[in-house]
Structure formats: C-alpha cells, structure tokens
Nanobody, 119 residues
Framework: VQLQASGGGLVQAGGSLRLSCSAS????????MNWYRQSPGKERELVAA???????NYADAVKGRFTIFREYGNNTWYLQMNAVEPEDTAVYHC??????????????WGQGTLVTVSS
C-alpha cells in the first residue's frame, strides 16, 4: 500500500487550499484516515481525522476552517483548508489505518506536502 499526498503550495492568508491523499495497492478497508502537520521546531500534530463510519475530529486550531472528507470509489481523501493563517504553514502528511494483504491492518504514511501561508 502506498499513499500519495498532493496539493500543497503557497497561499495568502485568508485563502483556501485543498490537499489530497490517494491510497493505492491491495486495500480491503480504510479504517481511519488522518492529516498531520509539522512546523519547524514543533512536534507533529494531528490536524484532522475521519473514521470509517464518517465521524470526524479536528484540532482546536483548525475547527471551523478545515474539513476532512473522502471520495469513495478511488480511496482518496482530502483536507479542505479555508481561511488559512500563517500559523498553518507546515509540512502536511496524510496517514491511514488500512486493512490490506493478509487481513492485517497497519499504519501507512504518505510523503509530506508543504503548505506555506503568506501574511
């Protein structure tokens, strides 16, 4: 299984950006899909999470501004980022708990995509 993240870039404060993460390979079930971010000098933090049943949760810093959602049929999920702030500047990583070959569920990570918010 491989995860491919994309969509990062430079955006002005107050603008919007959409990140995507596509999972490929032998996938039986995606139990959970997440977005993390890491800024220089800070620890990686969970930004948004979505469970297979549809329940979502968000870091306090992004509530009301970011939305995680899934596109069924092609194992892709997104992070819609609205009203971005300079503090949102970070490398964003997608992560998922996936049931794959051998009916074993494990954690997978995509490569990071850089989001830079200018003031």
């Amino acid at each position: 299984v491989q995860l491919q993240a994309s969509g990062g870039g430079l955006v002005q404060a107050g603008g919007s950006l959409r990140l995507s993460c596509s999972a490929s390979g032998t996938i039986f079930t995606i139990n959970a899909m997440n977005w993390y971010r890491q800024s220089p000098g800070k620890e990686r933090e969970l930004v948004a999470a979505r469970r297979s049943g549809g329940a979502t949760n968000y870091a306090d810093a992004v509530k009301g501004r970011f939305t995680i959602f899934r596109e069924y049929g092609n194992n892709t999920w997104y992070l819609q980022m609205n009203a971005v702030e300079p503090e949102d500047t970070a490398v964003y990583h997608c992560n998922a708990d996936i049931l794959s070959t051998g009916w074993i569920a494990r954690d997978y990570w995509g490569q990071g995509t850089l989001v830079t918010v200018s003031s």
